[in-house]
Nanobody
Framework: QIHLAESGGGLVQAGGSLRLSCTASGPTGSSYAMGWFRQAPGKERDFVSAINWRGTNTYYADSVKGRFTISRDNYKNTVYLQMNSLRPEDTAVYYC???????????????????WGQGTQVTVSS
């Protein structure tokens, strides 16, 4: 099974930027669609963004459109989430995800996603 490891979280002021990275390991890492979810305290885990394995199609939750950009480097088996114009409501634990079917992520089918990272905390202060 594919293994995911995130990095890049931290504390930032509102309006600032962060870039999250997620590196996949395993024999089929490059054939998976990759994505990001987030979970704020007391709330459910929600879809943020996803990218197909070729890197040609990207998807975003309405709340992050125009501010976040997802990309991937299949040579490095790494997916990135560039987060700009951060807001306090973006504060959450961000989880990297992988699945062979991108719709599993874009449709927020949490229990069906095949692989998750351990999560990285993003805190945006006002």
């Amino acid at each position: 099974q594919i293994h995911l490891a995130e990095s890049g979280g931290g504390l930032v002021q509102a309006g600032g930027s962060l870039r999250l990275s997620c590196t996949a390991s395993g024999p089929t890492g490059s054939s998976y669609a990759m994505g990001w979810f987030r979970q704020a305290p007391g709330k459910e885990r929600d879809f943020v963004s996803a990218i197909n394995w070729r890197g040609t199609n990207t998807y975003y939750a309405d709340s992050v459109k125009g501010r976040f950009t997802i990309s991937r480097d299949n040579y490095k088996n790494t997916v990135y989430l560039q987060m700009n114009s951060l807001r306090p409501e973006d504060t959450a634990v961000y989880y990297c995800a992988a699945d062979l079917a991108i719709a599993t992520m874009t449709e927020n089918r949490i229990s069906a996603v095949v692989s998750w990272g351990q999560g990285t905390q993003v805190t945006v202060s006002s």
